[in-house]
Structure formats: structure tokens, C-alpha cells
């Protein structure tokens, strides 16, 4: 399953996993966009196991509805890649309350893979793939302000504490779940939609210095399929397919005991809110099959 599939770094997620032969979930908010995006895939890999599912990340009543069918109605599934996120530069909320950066790039991942662990668990090389940013190095996770009420609002600096959130999360997870390997990674600079539109100075800046999305994903890929990273620490944050320090050197950005817990305490109360009321309105097609991806070196 591959969130954000229909463009940029989760697009290229999608095509290099099918090319395998593997059967890709694309979890996407445009309908057209997907389809577009399913029918490329299928044409350029030769695969017809691509499958679409709409779902907002940033609604975070439906992503735990969509998570919910989703388990009931399939027997495993062996890698989960959070890959989709937005960058909203005001400060705007979702149908809960939530702050939409939040409620995409934190919440729908904490709903998402916590919802699915148990599908996970029933696979025989379970994987948790986050997709996170260099940004979050700036970032100490701000557990008093998980929802960036305080203050003025810097979209970038919001989009780097989520960053940090899912750093920080990743670990939690591993500690918590030794059958599924974890890990979260930075995938460089990457020239996508979602960069040249959230950050159009830095885009220009960069030029042909950012890398292609393809680039982009191959740590993605590597961390889903291959053997070798299979066989890394679980719970660690990753670039260019080598676990990387998720600290700046002498930086101020490590969290407390209690600054965790609190965190997650705070998930886990705005998840249970969500699960108290399902979407009615969601129309699941899921295909019960079995979800299958071959292994890579």
C-alpha cells in the first residue's frame, strides 16, 4: 500500500513495485489523478494488480473507516508506505478540528499503520516504510504545540515538526512491534509537484540540482523489498539506503521520556475521537485478494 501514489515520490513508489510484479494499493485524494496515474503504471509495467482507493489523508475520520475496511476485508498485507503528505502554509482545519498539516502528515499516518499492525502482523516479512524529510533536523518535537496554535505559523517549520513527529513515531512503533520492521527515511531533494508548488523560491533555487523522483523513491523501494534492509535495526531513520543519525551533532532536538509520552498519549485520544464516529458516507471497493510482494537484493 502506497499513500500519495498518483505523483511524485509515491508515483514512482507504485511503478518501481509493480514493475516487480508485486500488487500495489494506491491510496490517493483525486479520483481522476489516480486513475490517470493507475492506467501508466499498468500500461508501462505490464501489471493489471494496481489497485485505487480514494481517501483524503488530511480526513481523519475516513482514513481510519478506509483502514478499518480495509483490514476486515483482506487476509495480510506485507508493506505499508506512508508516503503522502501536504505542506499548508495558513493555518487551516479539518471536519474534526484538526490542523490539516497535522491531520495529513501526523495523524493519517498514526491512524493508517495503527490500524493495519494487525494486518501487518499476519505476514511473513511485515514493513512500515514513512517518507520524512531532512527538515525535521531542526525540528524537537513540541508536544505542548502538536497542532501549531501558538505563535505565527511557518508552514515549512510546521511541515518539519510533522517530520519530526513521524521520526519520533517510527521509533515508537519498533520498540512496540518487533515482528514489523520500521523504519522512516529522508529522500533527498526531490523535484516534485508537491515541492515546486509548496516551495516555489527553494524549487527555483535548487534547479537541476534536486533529484528525480525516481531517485527519490529508490530508498523507498529498497527499504520495502530487499533483503538487506530487512536485516537493519528497525526504527531508524534512513538516506540514500544507510541508516543516518536522526540528530544533528551537539543539536537540542532530542525529546524526553515524558515529552513522548505525552505525544503519544495525544494520538492516541484524537484516534479514538475518530474511531468513535465513522464516515457513513465512505463507499469502499476494496478486492479481497491477497496483497503479495517479491523480495529484491
Not at 192 to 211: C, D, I, K, N
Request: aromatic share 6%; with cysteine; hydrophobic share 40%.
Amino acid at each position: 500500500m502506497v499513500t500519495g501514489a498518483n505523483s511524485g515520490i509515491g508515483r514512482a513508489t507504485a511503478m518501481a513495485i509493480a514493475k516487480r510484479g508485486g500488487t500495489v494499493h494506491m491510496v490517493c485524494r483525486n479520483k481522476e489523478k489516480a486513475e490517470d496515474a493507475r492506467l501508466d503504471i499498468v500500461n508501462e509495467s505490464g501489471n493489471t494488480e494496481v489497485h485505487v482507493h480514494i481517501v483524503d489523508m488530511s480526513e481523519t475520520r475516513k482514513v481510519w473507516a478506509f483502514a478499518d475496511a480495509f483490514k476486515k476485508q483482506y487476509s495480510s498485507l506485507n508493506v505499508l508506505i506512508n508516503n503522502a503528505g501536504c505542506m499548508m502554509h495558513k493555518r487551516e482545519v479539518n471536519a474534526e478540528g484538526l490542523e490539516k498539516n497535522f491531520a495529513t502528515n501526523t495523524m493519517g499516518v498514526y491512524i493508517l499503520t495503527q490500524t493495519l499492525i494487525p494486518l501487518l502482523q499476519k505476514s511473513r516479512d511485515p514493513r512500515v516504510i514513512t517518507v520524512s524529510s531532512g527538515g525535521m533536523l531542526v525540528q524537537k518535537l513540541r508536544a505542548d504545540d502538536l497542532q501549531s496554535e501558538r505563535g505565527y505559523f511557518d508552514g515549512v517549520m510546521v511541515y518539519s515538526q510533522n517530520k519530526r513527529q513521524q521520526v519520533v513515531l517510527t521509533q515508537q512503533w519498533a520498540k512496540a512491534n518487533p515482528v514489523i520492521h520500521f523504519s522512516v527515511m529522508h529522500p533527498g531533494w526531490v523535484d516534485t509537484p508537491a515541492v515546486s508548488t509548496s516551495m516555489p523560491q527553494f524549487h527555483q533555487m535548487m534547479g537541476e540540482r534536486l533529484r528525480s523522483v525516481e531517485q527519490g523513491a529508490d530508498t523507498v523501494v529498497w527499504l520495502a523489498l530487499s533483503r538487506a534492509a530487512a536485516r537493519t535495526c528497525s526504527g531508524k531513520f534512513f538516506q540514500d539506503r544507510k541508516p543516518v543519525a536522526a540528530h544533528l551533532p551537539l543539536a537540542w532536538t532530542h525529546s524526553s521520556t515524558e515529552d513522548i509520552q505525552s505525544f503519544i498519549t495525544q494520538l492516541e485520544t484524537l484516534a479514538r475521537a475518530a474511531q468513535s464516529q465513522p464516515d457513513p458516507e465512505l463507499n469502499s471497493s476494496l478486492n479481497p485478494s491477497i496483497i503479495t510482494l517479491p523480495q529484491v537484493v
